[in-house]
């Protein structure tokens, strides 16, 4: 029965969810039973696309990324797909009527990757976070508003930030990565070889402007959506108050993280500030 393995194809989606990001994975059950599965497929289907371009060295990935990409557009087009990741996705997809742009907006960042080092101006860096970041907080937009249109329009400019400041602290986090082991800088106008505290203040600064309108964007949305989004604005919260702390030369060298102990601990306190209406 097909029903198994749509059920199957949404198992595992949520398992990517859980053994990628204990971060993410929290919040996501933070969401109403109504849109959890959804935002699972969702991520399921980022994550891959991801995991291609910046973690299989040993294998082609041009032509992994032009498989994958080649499954995705079938499996949008015929609504199945014996890839039980891109299987679930489309179902949320056509579910929700996810604009295709969003969807090649964010293959197309990813395409960069396999082969763009650096970012030199202001245009190509927004326009890589807008395929990366922004549109994935849109497509997860649609869910928790229901395909609601009006909504939608909206809290879209506010998602839009909210996924921005989300990427703009992955990219401070692992900026020893990125830069030593993927050679790729994704900062304009930025020294990296000799980060300063200036250079670094800038970056929080901007970071700190999203946030700001991402979280008037969290206050309108719908009660089943509400608290885990904003369980995630905390968690990235205290991890870019962590990075402001952090010497400019310390964030080059470790990889800046959020204990699992303090994740929790930031679940209660976060809990207890959206029950008393304190966002």
């Known amino acids: 029965m097909k029903s198994i393995f749509d059920n199957v194809s949404k198992e595992c989606s949520k398992l990517v969810t859980n053994a990628y990001s204990t971060s993410f994975s929290l919040a996501t059950k933070m969401l109403s039973d109504s849109i959890r599965q959804d935002i699972y497929n969702i991520y399921g289907f980022v994550r891959f696309a991801d995991e291609i371009v910046d973690t299989f060295h040993d294998y082609d990935k041009q032509s992994l990324f032009k498989r994958f990409e080649n499954d995705l557009d079938n499996a949008l087009e ?11 996705f489309q179902e949320t997809y056509h579910k929700y009527n996810i604009d295709r742009h969003l969807v090649d907006a964010f293959m197309n960042s990813m395409r960069l990757d396999l082969h763009k080092k650096d970012y030199l101006t202001d245009e190509e860096y927004k326009n890589y976070i807008y395929g990366s970041a922004d549109v994935v907080g849109l497509m997860c937009l649609k869910v928790f508003v229901k395909g609601d249109s009006e909504k939608y329009e909206d809290l879209r400019s506010s998602a839009m930030s909210l996924g921005s400041a989300f ?109 008393l209406n304190l966002l």
């Open 167 to 275: 990427q703009k602290v992955n990219f401070l986090r692992d900026l020893k990565a990125d830069f030593e082991d993927l050679s790729r800088t994704y900062f304009p106008n930025t020294d990296l070889n000799q980060l300063d505290e200036a250079s670094k203040q800038a970056i929080i600064t901007d970071i700190e402007n999203d946030f700001s309108k991402g979280l008037q964007g969290i206050k309108k949305l719908p009660l089943e959506a509400r608290f885990g989004v904003f369980m995630a604005y905390r968690y990235y919260s205290k991890l870019l108050d962590k990075l402001k702390k952090t010497p400019a030369l310390e964030i080059k060298s470790a990889r800046i993280r959020v204990p699992n102990y303090k994740k929790v601990e930031l679940l209660t306190r976060s809990y207890v500030k959206y029950q």
């Open 78 to 88: 015929e609504k199945i797909s014996l890839n039980p990741i891109l299987n679930s």
